[in-house]
């Protein structure tokens, strides 16, 4: 199994940015479609972005041309560029990983993917 572990995440004016790690341990993260998730406290999990093992990329609307999902397989890392930040963005920013045999494929409900970080809190102040 692959263990996530998130890092990067603080407290940061709006308009300001944040870069977010997932740094993946026990199996090579090559092999997994990896996204990115948010949950604000009585809210459901949403996603955010994913990158497919080709590199492929998908992302909610609330984000897209703010955020950039990217992956480093030499490194075992995923990241997440997050820029114009927003009090909405506010939230505990979650990684996860699906092992997938296609290239191609992206995942965007929390339903498909098996392993999961325990989370980073990104807090933007207004």
């Known amino acids: 199994q692959v263990q996530l572990v998130e890092s990067g995440g603080g407290l940061v004016q709006a308009g300001g940015s944040l870069r977010l790690s997932c740094t993946a341990s026990g199996r090579t993260l090559s092999s997994y479609v990896v996204g990115w998730f948010r949950q604000s406290p009585g809210k459901e999990r949403d996603f955010v972005a994913a990158i497919s093992r080709s590199g492929g990329t998908v992302y909610a609307d609330s984000v897209k041309g703010r955020v950039t999902i990217s992956r480093d397989n030499a490194k075992n890392t995923g990241y997440l560029q997050m820029n114009s930040l927003k009090s909405e963005d506010t939230a505990v920013y979650y990684c996860?990983?699906?092992?997938?045999?296609?290239?191609?494929?992206?995942?965007?409900?929390?339903?498909?993917?098996?392993?999961w970080g325990q989370g980073t809190q990104v807090t933007v102040s207004s």
């Open positions: 996860a990983a699906d092992r997938v045999s296609l290239p191609v494929l992206v995942r965007t409900t929390p339903n498909d993917y098996d392993f």
